[in-house]
Nanobody
Framework: VQLQASGGGLVQAGGSLRLSCAAS????????WAWFRQAPGKEREAVAA????????YYVASVKGRFTISRDNAKNTVYLQMNSLKAEDTAVYYC??????????????????WGQGTQVTVSS
């Protein structure tokens, strides 16, 4: 499956952005999805994830209550709604898909398909 991420940009602190990740190719509702991010000089971090059936979500503590992950199986698209953005959210955001992902902190090694990354810059 091929993933195409979009929606990044420059926003002021306190603002909002919605990232989208569209899948093409051998799509399936059995894929779980995740968003990772990587800031300059920092390790890649799992930000949010949603299980293949949509019943389970994961959020890193720093984004809980501000970010929401959702999926639209009909459109083969996953979204990351980001509200109350902070300067520390600045990073390149990557979407990824894993067959059968069900719950828990997503391990990048389990995600075989990755999007190209979209830059999110939050100015303070």
């Amino acid at each position: 499956v091929q993933l195409q991420a979009s929606g990044g940009g420059l926003v002021q602190a306190g603002g909002s952005l919605r990232l989208s990740c569209a899948a093409s190719g051998r799509t399936s509702s059995r894929y779980g999805w995740a968003w990772f991010r990587q800031a300059p000089g920092k390790e890649r971090e799992a930000v949010a994830a949603i299980s293949w059936n949509g019943r389970s979500t994961y959020y890193v503590a720093s984004v809980k209550g501000r970010f929401t992950i959702s999926r639209d199986n009909a459109k083969n698209t996953v979204y990351l709604q980001m509200n109350s953005l902070k300067a520390e959210d600045t990073a390149v955001y990557y979407c990824a898909a894993a067959w059968g992902y069900a719950s828990g902190r997503p391990d990048p090694a389990d995600f075989g398909s990755w999007g190209q990354g979209t830059q999110v810059t939050v100015s303070s």
